[in-house]
């Protein structure tokens, strides 16, 4: 945790950008029977029936100090998603001397990705390019691409979408406007206030570090 939150005080540095990478599931479910026709400034009535068409993966990765955002929509989210959508964010980042990369442990998320993609020399270009730092077990929070997530839901995968392209069409634009605007994120949570708000924890591994706690 307190590499990470060392990761996200740094200042920004075009040579080594920081990036927050996650996956969401997407379902994809239509209409049994058609809503109720409404007029204008009237809210849209729908039928309690759906129907389960599948589902897909959003795979996106923000840099939250610029608000740059690459996203992309898969029928599945296996290493070779996750080697396109990299190879993608790599082009994305041509003078990077080496990207910074927050994601989960999940066992896709590594360089072997990219050998199992690719051949041997660009695999090896971009298994140079990245530096994946994984998140601790059962701490998702501390990917801010999470807070881009929760937005994209709120506009977008809060209703019924009955087909993946429909899904990628509108996903994709939402990521697009905010890049366009240059939404970023202002992270507040630091190493010194870890430790006294999860001070705990802290005094689990070695009680000593109950001098961090507030009195």
Aim: net charge positive; aromatic share 10%; with cysteine.
């Amino acid at each position: 945790m307190e590499r990470i939150l060392e990761i996200y005080a740094r200042q920004y540095d075009s040579r080594f950008p920081v990036l927050c990478y996650d996956e969401r599931p997407c379902f994809l479910i239509g209409e049994l029977v058609a809503g109720v026709p409404i007029k204008e400034g009237q809210i849209a009535k729908e039928h309690y029936s759906y129907e389960k068409l599948g589902s897909c993966s959003l795979l996106a990765s923000i840099e939250p100090l610029t608000g740059q955002r690459i996203g992309d929509v898969y029928e599945r989210r296996r290493k070779l998603e996750f080697a396109l959508h990299f190879q993608k964010v790599a082009a994305r980042y041509p003078e990077a001397e080496r990207i910074i990369v927050v994601l989960d442990n999940l066992n896709t998320h590594d360089e072997s990705a990219f050998y199992e993609a690719f051949e041997a020399e660009e695999a090896r270009r971009l298994s140079q390019k990245f530096e994946f730092v994984k998140t601790p077990k059962s701490a998702s929070w501390l990917n801010m691409i999470e807070i881009e997530f929760s937005a994209i839901s709120r506009q977008c995968l809060d209703r019924r979408i009955a087909t993946k392209e429909k899904l990628a069409k509108e996903v994709l634009t939402i990521i697009k406007e905010r890049e366009e605007k240059k939404v970023k994120i202002n992270w507040q949570f630091s190493i010194e206030t870890a430790r006294t708000k999860l001070n705990r924890h802290y005094k689990e591994v070695n009680p000593v570090n109950v001098k961090y706690q507030k009195t």
